[in-house]
């Protein structure tokens, strides 16, 4: 069986050596590069069934890197992974044609079922028009089993609900989020909502 040709586009050799080590070289062949520019000449020239792309690329980031990619190919998965997610980074990345983008923290249980669904043509994520219903998004993200995400959708909430003055919602829905991040293992992450309440 021909293997699944994957573009791994990450600066740090270290977590492009853990993450070949994790996706594994039975079933795929793992080429890597350490820009964006590197990674849109190896595009360019040659085949890939997928591309891992890190979002935070010294020069060129991930968000060109994405968009340029898309003018090339556009019916190549492309899958973003960033340190630092939030709604606007997650909502752009979709916007502009990613299959789907993950938190670093979350890749060792999210990323390889996120691979085999590009690679199966699985339907993506659809991106949202407009104004994002955060609560929504939170509820079906929780439903993915994708609790970091759906916290910072129920943290987005809670902010825009605490500067509308709705102390009481503002509240319930921050409690919600710390919940989802502890259960994320994201205990930093909750302590800021915690900061959050606070103020």
């Known amino acids: 069986m021909e293997k699944k040709r994957i ?3 990450d600066d740090k050799a270290l977590l492009r050596d853990a993450l070949i080590d994790y ?12 820009t ?6 190896l595009f360019k020239n040659e085949k890939f069934d997928v591309v891992i792309l890190d979002h935070n690329l010294p020069g060129m980031d991930g968000f060109k890197t994405l968009q340029l990619m898309k003018r090339l190919k556009p019916d190549v998965p492309i899958i973003g992974l960033t340190g630092e997610l939030t709604v ?17 923290s979350a890749i060792y249980e999210k990323l390889i079922p996120t691979l085999k669904d590009a690679l199966a043509g699985v339907k993506p994520p659809t991106p949202v028009k407009g104004k994002p219903d955060y609560v929504k998004i939170a509820d079906e993200l929780k439903e993915q089993g994708r609790w970091e995400e759906s916290a910072l959708y129920l943290k987005e909430a809670g902010m825009e609900q605490k500067l509308l003055g709705n102390k009481d919602k503002a509240k319930e829905l921050f409690e919600e989020a710390i919940k989802r991040y502890l259960r994320a293992g ?3 992450k909750a302590l800021e909502v915690e900061k959050l309440m606070e103020d």
């Open 23 to 34: 996706i594994g070289t039975e079933e795929y062949e793992i080429v890597e590069a350490a």
């Open 186 to 188: 994201r205990k930093t």
């Open 88 to 104: 606007e980074v997650r909502e752009k990345y979709l916007e502009y044609g990613a299959y789907d983008i993950h938190a670093k």
């Open 36 to 41: 964006g520019e590197k990674a849109i000449d």
């Open 7 to 9: 573009l791994l586009v």
